[in-house]
């Protein structure tokens, strides 16, 4: 009997500490777990951060819907939220909008306005953009945030009316304030993004000397080589408009060459392609107006070798050809002939010893002269 009084108040303690610890796994585990996301192994908002960072945005993503889901909320998961949501309305209303409701006062509030505003910009909405970028300017001062709204903010005045605004002094208002962040700038790429912009935005007011400037300095400084296709193709429409269709032509020709696949490169190949076009045009009514032959043998050299560039059953389409071809220098002629019963002119090019010599200059024109997309060589000595 004592034995068992005594064993009694041992369990009875035993018990007693034994649901105590099991109260607090259960009542501490789930709080920790809710104050501290990277608890025994739950979603982190930094690594969700960091998957962001490398571009994982779908697995960013199911990690921050994981944190909201067990109700994990903060202006940093709502915000980085909204970054990794794919359709903008929904990235607003339902997560850029909860940061400035709930969380003022958070360093993350400006950064969604801010994001906010971008959306107002994309969609046109010029005025309502403008405000949000001068709420975010004025409360971020100096800061590298609040440099880029006074950059945006100065992008809605240019564009408040359309992109082909004739409002040319709501174009000058923001043309002044992107020239002050410009002064400003401490972020190279910001200073390069408002260079490019004040020199476009000099093209549109027909002033290409500003034009020019202002991208010569994005070309001279080498921390801005991102934007450097953009100047150059800039400084080659100044040129254009100055008439300067040398300078024009070979800056064009630097950006096709050197940037082939960016929307520079795409805009270079086609001017230069419609320049080709109406400077041989030029050429062929100079010699139509001259009354020049389309037959000229000068310059044709000597062999029974030639290249063929073509054959048309219009005799105008022949003489248009070779027009073309004698206009960008080739020595190009057409001769006559029937091939059962059917008459064909032929347009060749050259006169050459040997078929491989006739066949590499062939090769060398096809590739120079957007005309001749094919050729074949002829022996003229077999008629």
Same mark, same amino acid.
């Given at each position: 009997?004592?034995?068992?009084?005594?064993?009694?108040?041992?369990?009875?303690?035993?018990?007693?500490?034994?649901?105590?610890?099991?109260?607090?796994?259960?009542?501490?585990?789930?709080?920790?777990?809710?104050?501290?996301?990277?608890?025994?192994?739950?979603?982190?908002?930094?690594?969700?951060?960091?998957?962001?960072?490398?571009?994982?945005?779908?697995?960013?993503?199911?990690?921050?819907?994981?944190?909201?889901?067990?109700?994990?909320?903060?202006?940093?998961?709502?915000?980085?939220?909204?970054?990794?949501?794919?359709?903008?309305?929904?990235?607003?209303?339902?997560?850029?909008?909860?940061?400035?409701?709930?969380?003022?006062?958070?360093?993350?509030?400006?950064?969604?306005?801010?994001?906010?505003?971008?959306?107002?910009?994309?969609?046109?909405?010029? &005025?309502?953009?403008?405000?949000?970028?001068?709420?975010?300017?004025?409360?971020?001062?100096?800061?590298?945030?609040?440099?880029?709204?006074?950059?945006?903010?100065?992008?809605?005045?240019?564009?408040?009316?359309?992109?082909?605004?004739?409002?040319?002094?709501?174009?000058?208002?923001?043309?002044?304030? &992107?020239?002050?962040?410009?002064?400003?700038?401490?972020?190279?790429?910001?200073?390069?993004?408002?260079?490019?912009?004040?020199?476009? &935005?000099?093209?549109?007011?027909?002033?290409?000397?500003?034009?020019?400037?202002?991208?010569?300095?994005?070309?001279?400084?080498?921390?801005?080589?991102?934007?450097?296709?953009?100047?150059?193709?800039?400084?080659?429409?100044?040129?254009?408009?100055?008439?300067?269709?040398?300078?024009?032509?070979?800056?064009?020709? &630097?950006?096709?060459?050197?940037?082939?696949?960016?929307?520079?490169?795409?805009?270079?190949?086609?001017?230069?392609?419609?320049?080709?076009?109406?400077?041989?045009?030029?050429?062929?009514?100079?010699?139509?107006?001259?009354?020049?032959?389309?037959?000229?043998?000068?310059?044709?050299?000597?062999?029974?070798?030639?290249?063929?560039?073509?054959?048309?059953?219009?005799?105008?389409?022949?003489?248009?050809?070779?027009?073309?071809?004698?206009?960008?220098?080739?020595?190009?002629?057409?001769?006559?002939?029937?091939?059962?019963?059917?008459?064909?002119?032929?347009?060749?090019?050259?006169?050459?010893?040997?078929?491989?010599?006739?066949?590499?200059?062939?090769?060398?024109?096809?590739?120079?002269?957007?005309?001749?997309?094919?050729?074949?060589?002829?022996?003229?000595?077999?008629?």
């Amino acid at each position: 009997m004592k034995s068992g009084a005594v064993l009694a108040p041992v369990q009875g303690r035993c018990y007693v500490i034994a649901m105590l610890l099991l109260m607090t796994l259960t009542v501490t585990t789930p709080v920790s777990g809710r104050q501290d996301p990277g608890y025994q192994g739950s979603p982190s908002i930094t690594a969700a951060r960091d998957l962001y960072d490398r571009a994982h945005y779908n697995e960013a993503r199911a990690m921050l819907d994981a944190l909201i889901a067990a109700g994990t909320r903060s202006a940093e998961i709502l915000y980085y939220r909204g970054l990794v949501e794919p359709d903008n309305s929904i990235a607003i209303d339902r997560y850029f909008i909860q940061v400035l409701n709930r969380y003022p006062s958070s360093g993350y509030a400006d950064q969604a306005r801010f994001r906010i505003a971008q959306w107002h910009y994309n969609s046109g909405l010029y &005025i309502a953009a403008r405000r949000n970028f001068s709420t975010v300017a004025w409360r971020q001062g100096d800061s590298p945030l609040g440099q880029e709204a006074r950059y945006w903010r100065g992008m809605t005045w240019i564009y408040s009316l359309g992109a082909s605004s004739v409002d040319t002094d709501s174009v000058r208002v923001g043309l002044r304030r &992107i020239k002050q962040v410009a002064r400003n700038a401490t972020n190279p790429d910001l200073l390069g993004m408002a260079h490019i912009s004040i020199a476009e &935005i000099s093209l549109q007011l027909g002033e290409p000397d500003s034009t020019l400037w202002y991208a010569q300095e994005v070309l001279e400084a080498p921390y801005l080589e991102d934007h450097h296709p953009r100047a150059l193709s800039l400084q080659a429409k100044a040129y254009d408009l100055q008439n300067n269709l040398e300078q024009s032509r070979a800056l064009h020709q &630097i950006v096709r060459n050197r940037y082939p696949d960016t929307w520079e490169g795409r805009q270079a190949r086609e001017w230069l392609s419609e320049d080709q076009e109406r400077t041989v045009q030029a050429r062929i009514d100079t010699m139509r107006a001259t009354g020049t032959p389309a037959t000229g043998t000068e310059g044709m050299g000597e062999g029974n070798w030639t290249v063929q560039v073509g054959s048309y059953r219009e005799m105008k389409n022949a003489t248009d050809m070779v027009l073309r071809l004698t206009g960008e220098g080739y020595p190009a002629w057409h001769e006559s002939g029937r091939v059962n019963r059917v008459l064909y002119i032929r347009v060749f090019v050259g006169r050459f010893p040997t078929r491989a010599e006739a066949n590499a200059y062939g090769r060398t024109l096809r590739n120079a002269s957007a005309w001749v997309p094919d050729f074949v060589l002829v022996d003229l000595s077999r008629g």
